[in-house]
């Protein structure tokens, strides 16, 4: 018996030893150490041995056992490491190989006016608002102090889905919504699409967008207008950039004007982008009417306002020098990549 355990300890050592794999190692284990392993049976052969006997072969048994495993074992690390290594060395990375290109875009010219709009004035204390594109003509016209035989609806004759429900043609009707729902003070600036039935051409499309500024406070003047507007000209066009308001009417401001920034191109002198006039014309403004006030459930006697509102197409096309408003609008990545 004893020499069938030496000679079982010395064969699996040898054959533990040359087993080259994972695979054979683990065929070694079933061999020896398995339920029908060779140890095994020879514990179960133990009965025919005599009592004295039993626990000396037993423990010797168990001896060899413990040895067979220890080395089952070592050969495991041993061949985990080789593997780990063998990994590291055919699946390492080359860091220095050039990555796949990614064409990340940029953002459109219209987007970057907005965004650059909405930056100047968060910055001096206002919230940017929105409203519905597809909205109800009461917000578009009525409540602006623009009833529905006003000469001024056919100016900005839009899309209608209903006769009550139109593509809005204006900003403006943001307006009319904030005021219905907040208290003054309001200072916001509402930046999105606008509808007109216009025919496409280089300054002319169905769809544009413009920027809608409102405050309504106590004691507004026509003041702070100048000033908002000089300092969002200086901000967004130059430091150099004067305004210049000229007469004007809309029915939603009392009184009215437009307001012309000096050629940013330029500085005044005249050029291809400010027609020779020296003077580009950015927006128009004015001191909210009381009838709008009035509409929306805001007390004349108490507050007033302005607001203003300008094309972002205008400011993009002076800005980047575009000379197509069409180009805009075609998203040619070709057109679009250069700004
Ligand atoms: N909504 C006007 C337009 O589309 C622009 C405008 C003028 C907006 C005067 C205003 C304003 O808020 O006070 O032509």
Redo the contacts with the bound molecule.
């Keep these: 018996m004893k020499e069938k355990i030496a000679k079982i300890k010395e064969t699996s050592i040898k054959e533990i030893e040359e087993c080259k794999n994972q695979k054979e190692l683990n065929d070694l284990k079933v061999k020896y150490l398995g339920k029908k392993g060779e140890l095994t049976l020879l514990l179960r052969g133990m009965g025919a041995l005599t009592p004295e006997e039993r626990p000396i072969i037993g423990s010797l048994v168990n001896k060899v056992r413990d040895e067979i495993n220890n080395l089952v074992e070592e050969k495991e690390v041993k061949f985990k490491k080789e593997e780990l290594q063998r990994k590291l060395e055919t699946e390492n990375i080359d860091i220095t190989e050039p990555s796949k290109k990614i064409n990340l875009g940029s953002l459109h010219p219209i987007t970057q006016v907005i965004q650059e709009v909405e930056e100047t004035f968060l910055g001096m204390g206002y919230e940017i608002a929105d409203g519905p594109e597809v909205e109800k003509a009461i917000y578009n016209f009525d409540k602006?102090n623009t009833p529905p035989d006003h000469p001024a609806r056919d100016?900005?004759d839009t899309f209608y889905i209903t006769d009550n429900i139109i593509l809005r043609?204006?900003?403006?009707s943001v307006?009319a919504r904030v005021m219905e729902e907040k208290k003054p003070p309001i200072k916001i600036i509402c930046p999105g699409a606008?509808y007109r039935s216009d025919s496409v051409d280089a300054t002319h499309s169905p769809v544009f967008h413009?920027i809608?500024?409102?405050v309504i406070d106590k004691n507004i003047s026509m003041t702070d207008l100048k000033g908002t507007l000089e300092m969002f000209a200086k901000k967004c066009l130059g430091e150099n950039t004067k305004i210049r308001f000229r007469p004007?009417h809309?029915p939603?401001?009392e009184p009215?004007?437009?307001a012309d920034v000096s050629c940013f191109v330029c500085g005044g002198k005249g050029c291809k982008v400010c027609k020779g006039e020296g003077w580009i014309e950015l927006?128009?403004?004015?001191?909210?009417h009381p009838n709008v006030l009035k509409n929306c459930g805001i007390d004349p006697e108490e507050y007033s306002g302005?607001?203003?509102?300008?094309?972002v197409e205008r400011i993009a096309m002076a800005k980047f020098g575009i000379e197509d408003m069409r180009l805009l609008f075609e998203n040619d990545v070709r057109f679009l990549k250069q700004f």
């Design positions: 602006l100016i900005q043609s204006q900003t403006s307006q606008v413009q809608e500024g409102l004007h809309f939603f401001t009215s004007a437009e927006l128009g403004c004015g001191m909210v302005f607001a203003f509102g300008f094309g």
